[in-house]
């Protein structure tokens, strides 16, 4: 079974720019979660989706945005990048079922790391 | 909002030794997940052992062991009989029974000695 898959794996961008990153999560996964690892401020939760909707947001400014697919895969926007949007971007995906939330665990993809120059 | 504390950046154990890592967390729900994951140098975030709040008895998972301690709110991992693949940065995570967002320590860095 593949694993999650996140592209690009190295980005490098300018001040201003946007960005788009990429995750396609595990088979039959459906929840898809966000995160940015800095070595200052470590993992932060960015937002997560579930069939395309989004359920939870970190507490990020509005230039970081999301969606989902009908087929799960996500994808994440930074617009007007800034120096301090340099990191680690890690995407985990979670199998869902109906009634109480399970202890399903995370599944992470290698992360794009992204540098704002 | 769910505040994890791992209290030691660093780690240092010789190998076949044994280390424990800890972890304190602030919440005020009573139902909820606890993880270790281990970061590699390759980034790739790996599940070590996760614990259920609502059981009593620890989670063990070959050399990996936790010490769960609901009313003091402390999760610590034990790595028994360590092994140079066991270097890595490892985070104590929390989440509510109820979503899927994940908090985070800052995490330990291990360091096995040959």
């Known amino acids: 079974k593949a694993g999650v898959t996140q592209t690009p794996r190295y980005l490098i961008k300018t001040r201003g720019q946007q960005v788009t990153l990429s995750c396609s999560p595990i088979?039959?996964?459906?929840?898809v979660s966000w995160y940015q690892q800095t070595p200052g401020q470590g993992l932060q939760f960015l937002f997560e989706?579930?069939?395309?909707?989004?359920?939870n947001k970190g507490n990020f400014p509005g230039r970081f945005s999301g969606r989902q697919f009908s087929n799960s895969r996500s994808e994440m926007n930074v617009s007007t990048l800034e120096l301090g949007d340099s990191a680690l971007y890690l995407c985990a995906s979670s199998l869902v079922r109906a009634g109480r939330e399970p202890n399903f665990e995370a599944f992470f993809g290698q992360g794009t790391r992204l540098t704002v120059v | 909002a769910q505040t994890v504390t791992q209290s030691q950046p660093e780690m240092s154990v010789q190998e076949a030794e044994t280390v424990t890592l800890s972890c304190t967390y602030d919440?005020?729900?009573?139902?909820?997940?606890l993880f270790w994951y281990k970061q590699p140098p390759s980034r790739q975030m790996i599940l070590v052992i996760r614990?259920?709040?609502?059981?009593?008895q620890n989670a063990t998972e070959n050399r990996f062991s936790v010490n769960f301690q609901k009313a003091a709110k402390s999760f610590s991992l034990k790595i028994s009989d360590s092994q140079l693949g066991d270097a890595a940065m490892y985070f104590c995570a929390y989440r509510s029974a109820y979503d899927y967002k994940l908090s985070f320590g800052a995490g330990t860095t291990v360091t096995v000695r040959a």
């Open positions: 989706y579930f069939s395309e909707t989004q359920r």
């Open positions: 919440t005020s729900e009573s139902d909820y997940y």
């Open positions: 088979s039959g996964h459906r929840s």
């Open positions: 614990q259920e709040a609502y059981k009593q």
